[in-house]
């Protein structure tokens, strides 16, 4: 098993390493034939991102970069899907603002950000209630809930 661990702003070390089962979970039940990275990040660096990319003055919980959305896209044995941004601090804040462990958090941004990777959005009602369906059922399946 994959090991996953930071070095938190606090200067404590944090294990992430639930996020392996969650992400094999994740990966049996949509047919990811891939590869993609997480990557943590703070709120500053987050916020500089959301503004460069977005047009977004503030900073987010998590970001998606697809690279199948790039025009110069080139064909390769394995499809690398892109880059997922998690704030960290971000995380920790909305898991207290809603209420629930931060395993849970930043289990949901994996999932939410995995899900933008292979196409999925919620710029709508319909595809909001597809995106989050299926968030919801990965996370139940993998026994995270609030």
Known sequence: MEQYSITNEYGYEEDYSYLDDLLRLAIDKLGVEGIFSIIFIGDE??????????????????????????????????????????????????????????????????????LHLLGYDHMNKDDEAVMFGLQKEVLENAGITK
Do not use: C, W
């Not at 960290?88 to 950000?113: C, D, M, N, W």
């Open 45 to 114: 660096k987050m916020h500089e991102m959301n503004l460069k990319y977005r047009g977004v003055d503030r900073t987010t919980d998590v970001l998606s970069f697809a690279l199948n959305d790039a025009e110069d896209n080139f064909e390769q044995e394995i499809e690398a899907l892109g880059d997922i941004f998690i704030s960290i601090p971000k995380a920790v804040e909305q898991a207290t603002e809603y209420g629930h462990s931060v395993k849970r958090e930043l289990s949901f941004l994996t999932i939410h950000g995995l």
